[in-house]
Structures are given as structure tokens and as C-alpha cells.
């Protein structure tokens, strides 16, 4: 159980790093009042495929990795409760 837990914990510490990364990464995606006023729209083909881009890709890997280090915080809080 102890080396369950070792390898548990590194791949822990090594996604928790990769999403930081992918955090710092990505840019912000709020345009904020000046697509208010300018009335852009998001009906354009960008905005149809945006999944397909680099940002898209990013933003999915990031909230797959996100979910992944949440499951692992509650199974290695159940490990190490084990002790």
C-alpha cells in the first residue's frame, strides 16, 4: 500500500504542475466592456470551431488534468486516512 501511495503522490505532484503550466498558459478569454460596446458576436466561425484551435485545446486539457487532480486529492485523502 505504501508504494501505492509513492506513485499516487508523484503522478499528484506532476499534474498538479502541468495544470499550473496550461494555467499561466492560456489567455484571458474576457473581453470585458469593450465587446459590449463594439457589439462583437459570437456567431462568427471562430467562435463555431474554437475546439479545434490551440486555445481550444488547451482549455480541454486543462479541465480534463483539473478533473484527474481532484479524483486523486479525494483517493490519496482516503489513503493516507488508511494509515
Do not use: C, H
Not at 499534474?15 to 469593450?34: C, P, R, W, Y
Amino acid at each position: 500500500m505504501p508504494v501505492i501511495r509513492t506513485i499516487l503522490t508523484v503522478i499528484y505532484f506532476i499534474i498538479a504542475f502541468i495544470v499550473t503550466v496550461l494555467a499561466f498558459i492560456q489567455s484571458k478569454e474576457d473581453e470585458g466592456l469593450s465587446s459590449t460596446l463594439t457589439g462583437s458576436s459570437s456567431s462568427n466561425f471562430y467562435e463555431k470551431n474554437k475546439t479545434r484551435t490551440k486555445t481550444g485545446k488547451l482549455k480541454k486539457w486543462t479541465i480534463i488534468l483539473s478533473v484527474i487532480f481532484a479524483v486523486l486529492t479525494i483517493v490519496l485523502g482516503i489513503l493516507y486516512m488508511m494509515k
